[in-house]
């Protein structure tokens, strides 16, 4: 079992060589905050690069109890790391033979540079000023942590949900760089029903009093427009009959309790627990930002190529192995998704397996039931 882990911090540019983004916009230089598993072996080899889900943090193993760099966000419920069943000795990805890395997104809120973050031109907070980013964006920085590791080529990358999105892009713009992907309950171009889902999520933040176009830091959070998001994401990742199940062990508060409206049952109290819970532990500019790259995701348009099969076709130039997981039950990434990601793959010749994980858990199994997804993932990395 893993112990105490410890976030390190990588520092790219400065306002003289300042960062620029695929969309135009300049940072004068960024932080990436990461944490690493397991030892890097002579030939830097055996690096398995994790990129993680939508409002997930590079805290993927082991026990951190202390980030005085995030302040208040980092809750008890983040100190135990997010994938402690797939990462450890003798896992899926395990620490005794692998040496693996997982990166807080640019644009977060647990240590990399992001909207909270004070910009040294204004010695205040980003805020609104932040850009957007993109995969791709977070793709070339990455990598640029990784040259500052001395790692030229990656055993794997493993994706989740949004960090699928995330590792497809970073595996096909630098194939060279990757031997292995593993791509979980992901998919290859954001569907116009998740477009819709995150819009609605957009509208909730947006329309928040507080939100003050994205400047509030020296006022009120808008909290009640961040907890309507997640609970309008929550639903997609967890499956109804678990939210029925869990909702009926819960006791309806007594402040639950709107402008007009008493919570009448325990689903609805469920639900506003959930997202009172999140508002405690994420920023809303964070939120904002990572919705964003993730509702205007095209695989073929992050990567600069001129087709699928373009994209793909950098995959089978450098002989990478593709393990791609669909889940049932996934009420966030349909299995179709996975279906269309796969069929490119095959289409441009690429090696790929495709497992159908039969679950009651929905989108959220992954984080949940290790045993489902081990034995294939095991088998890829070492064999």
């Not at 830091?217 to 639903?235: F, N, T, V, W």
């Not at 990572?290 to 205007?296: A, E, L, T």
Request: net charge negative; hydrophobic share 40%; aromatic share 12%.
């Amino acid at each position: 079992m893993l112990g105490p882990t410890h976030t390190r911090f990588f520092h790219k540019g400065d306002p003289s060589a300042p960062v620029r983004l695929r969309d135009g916009a300049e940072l004068p230089g960024l932080t990436l905050a990461y944490e690493t598993w397991g030892e890097l072996d002579a030939d830097c080899s055996n690096a398995i690069l994790v990129f993680h889900a939508l409002s997930g943090s590079h805290h993927a193993a082991g026990f951190n109890p202390d980030l005085p760099e995030v302040g208040e966000f980092w809750q008890p419920e983040l100190h135990e790391g997010w994938w402690n069943v797939m990462i450890g000795p003798r896992k899926a990805i395990d620490t005794r033979k692998f040496f693996v890395i997982c990166v807080n997104y640019l644009g977060g809120c647990y240590g990399s540079t992001g909207p909270s973050s004070i910009n040294p031109a204004t010695a205040k907070p980003w805020g609104a000023s932040f850009p957007a980013v993109t995969a791709a964006d977070q793709a070339e920085v990455i990598s640029n942590l990784l040259d500052h590791l001395g790692i030229e080529q990656l055993n794997a990358v493993v994706g989740p949900s949004v960090g699928g999105l995330v590792g497809l892009t970073f595996a096909t713009r630098f194939p060279q760089r990757v031997r292995n992907v593993i791509s979980i309950a992901a998919g290859y171009k954001t569907t116009v029903l998740n477009r819709l889902i995150l819009f609605e999520q957009i509208l909730a933040i947006e329309n928040d009093p507080h939100f003050n176009g994205g400047d509030y830091y020296d006022g009120e959070a808008p909290l009640y427009g961040l907890a309507l998001a997640r609970m309008i994401s929550h639903k997609t990742f967890v499956h109804l009959d678990a939210i029925e199940t869990r909702a009926r062990q819960d006791v309806i508060q007594p402040d639950d309790v709107l402008a007009w409206y008493r919570v009448r049952d325990q689903f609805q109290s469920y639900m506003l627990h959930q997202g009172k819970k999140f508002v405690r532990r994420f920023d809303a500019n964070t939120y904002l930002r990572i919705i964003d790259m993730w509702s205007r995701y095209d695989a073929t348009l992050e990567g600069d190529a001129e087709s699928p099969a373009a994209l793909f076709e950098r995959s089978r130039q450098a002989g990478q192995h593709w393990l791609v997981f669909s889940i049932d039950s996934d009420f966030c990434f349909y299995p179709e998704e996975q279906s269309e990601l796969v069929k490119h793959l095959e289409d441009a010749k690429v090696e790929v397996i495709h497992i159908t994980v039969h679950s009651d858990k929905g989108h959220d199994s992954f984080l949940l039931e290790p045993k489902l997804y081990t034995p294939h993932i095991s088998w890829l990395l070492n064999r």
